[in-house]
Structure formats: C-alpha cells, structure tokens
C-alpha cells in the first residue's frame, strides 16, 4: 500500500517531505505493533501452557505434498500368486428344486419358450424345535425304581 505511492508528483517540497516522515512513522508503527502482538500471544501461550492447557496451535499453510518414495522391498519379496475364482453355485447343497412357468395369458403372443434359467436363491430358516424323548422306567423286585439319568439338555439350570 505504502510503496504505490508516489511522492514526486507532490508539488509541494514541504507538503512531500511531511508526506514522507508520516509514512516512515506509519510504517515504524506498524512494525512494533506487530512485535508487540507477537510478544503478547507467546506471553499468553507461556501462561497456559504454566496452567497446564495448551497454547494457541501454530497452523501451518499450505505446501505442496512430497511424493513419498516407496524403498520398502516388499513387492520384490513377495511372490504373487494366481487367484481364481470358483462359482459359489458348486459349493451350495440344493434341497429342494422347483419348475417355475410363467402363465401364457400375461405373455405376448409371439412369445416363445425357449429354454429354462437356473436361479439359486439361498434362504435361512429358523424354527423352534421340540423333541419328546420317552425314557424308559424299570422297577427292581423290591420295588425301587430305576431310570436312566437325564440327558444334559433335560436338567434344569
């Protein structure tokens, strides 16, 4: 802002020389406030961190990231090996097959069959299960009875 300015054009010698001294004193004054607004912030910060806070953060601008060089030998070590994919399809056991027509009065009437799409859909099914077990109950001649013991399911917890 200062330097744009052009003292010559100032006819006057008097006026351009007090011009001069109040941009010098201007400048002056603008340089010790910035000191003195630095040693104010680096005065609060020493008095937090003496609390045991922290200071104002120091928040650095933007640079341009580095492109890291990768030195590891990691890729060199290891060997790579082929994946193939299996079709999951092999792996499912099929429990029930259906035969899925679809009604020829919703179909257009050049429509031809030609042919079925296999679709494996896999479902989870889940239902309660009770069992009823009979356990046989025998008696000595002395009248005792003897049964076997229950089944760790049975006991009560």
């Known amino acids: 802002m200062i330097d744009n300015i052009d003292l010559s054009k100032i006819q006057d010698e008097n006026a351009r020389e007090l011009i001069k001294r109040l941009l010098n004193l201007i400048e002056k004054l603008s340089a010790d406030l910035r000191d003195a607004q630095n040693e104010i912030q680096r005065m609060r910060d020493e008095v937090n961190r003496l609390k045991g806070e922290q200071g104002k953060p120091k928040i650095k601008g933007n640079t341009p990231k580095l492109v ?27 429990n029930e097959e259906k035969v899925v027509t679809v009604d020829p009065a919703i179909m257009p009437e050049d429509a031809k069959f030609k042919g079925y799409e296999d679709v494996v859909v896999q479902d989870i099914l889940c239902l309660p299960i009770t069992h009823r077990k009979k356990n046989g109950a025998n008696r000595t001649n002395g009248g005792e009875g003897a049964r076997k013991p229950k089944s760790r399911s049975m006991r009560k917890k």
Not at 74 to 86: G, V
């Open 68 to 94: 890291p060089t990768n030195h590891s030998s990691e890729k060199e070590r290891s060997k790579p090996h082929e994946r193939r994919r299996r079709s999951k399809k092999a792996e499912i056991h099929i």
